[in-house]
T-cell receptor, first 113, second 115 residues
Framework: AQSVSQHNHHVILSEAASLELGCNYS??????LFWYVQYPGQHLQLLLK??????LVKGIKGFEAEFIKSKFSFNLRKPSVQWSDTAEYFC???????????FGAGTTVTVRA | DAGVTQSPTHLIKTRGQQVTLRCSPK?????VSWYQQALGQGPQFIFQ???????QRGNFPDRFSGHQFPNYSSELNVNALLLGDSALYLC??????????????FGPGTRLTVL
């Protein structure tokens, strides 16, 4: 069965610190990879996605993610966080010819002003 | 641009009752997926509807059923509610005929509490 692991349950940072959230999946075939964000009181929003091509993907609000196929990883990064980045972040994976998204448990990020 | 909408926002039911949740997809989308998100967990896939038929189903019992209407909107029905069905129910929409793989856009969810 496919699973998605997010390494950190809760991350606390100060403004301007760099952020990296880990995501690993356990499936050997072709995958599509996503990061979603849920700001307090808001619905899940797509941050970025990877289907093919350049493994370094840039998303909204200064986020980027790198797909490393050999490590089955899709880590999310932001060089300098802001207080407004406080949110819950979800990694999600779908297989080719599969319609469902499989989500990790999420990482809560708290940015201190 | 109308995003995914869901109703109601909150719902309280008692064990054994039945519930119907509703979803309207993002403008231009034709596919609806439903997810259950328990507290502190990531969303779990329930099923997906396309062309008014269930196209794929996750690991949920038959008490969970759905429907898609000709206007692409969808309903999720849960019968014989259990305490463990308390969760946030998310609807996501996508465009099946897009050239790239499915990208799903989520609604705000319906918070179901079973007492």
């Amino acid at each position: 069965a496919q699973s998605v692991s997010q390494h950190n349950h809760h991350v606390i940072l100060s403004e301007a610190a760099s952020l990296e959230l880990g995501c690993n999946y356990s499936y050997g075939g072709t995958v599509n990879l996503f990061w979603y964000v849920q700001y307090p009181g808001q619905h899940l929003q797509l941050l970025l996605k990877y289907f093919s091509g350049d493994p370094l993907v840039k998303g909204i609000k200064g986020f980027e993610a790198e797909f490393i196929k050999s490590k089955f990883s899709f880590n999310l990064r932001k060089p300098s966080v802001q207080w407004s980045d406080t949110a819950e972040y979800f990694c999600a994976v779908s297989r080719s010819n599969d319609y469902k998204l499989s989500f990790g448990a999420g990482t809560t990020v708290t940015v201190r002003a | 641009d109308a995003g995914v909408t869901q109703s109601p926002t909150h719902l309280i039911k008692t064990r054994g009752q039945q519930v119907t949740l509703r979803c309207s997809p993002k403008s231009g989308h034709d596919t609806v997926s439903w997810y259950q998100q328990a507290l502190g967990q990531g969303p779990q896939f329930i099923f997906q509807y396309y062309e008014e038929e269930e196209r794929q189903r996750g690991n949920f019992p038959d008490r969970f059923s759905g429907h898609q209407f000709p206007n692409y909107s969808s309903e999720l029905n849960v019968n014989a509610l259990l305490l463990g069905d308390s969760a946030l129910y998310l609807c996501a929409s996508s465009l099946a005929t897009s050239a790239s793989p499915d990208t799903q856009y989520f609604g705000p969810g319906t918070r179901l509490t079973v007492l």
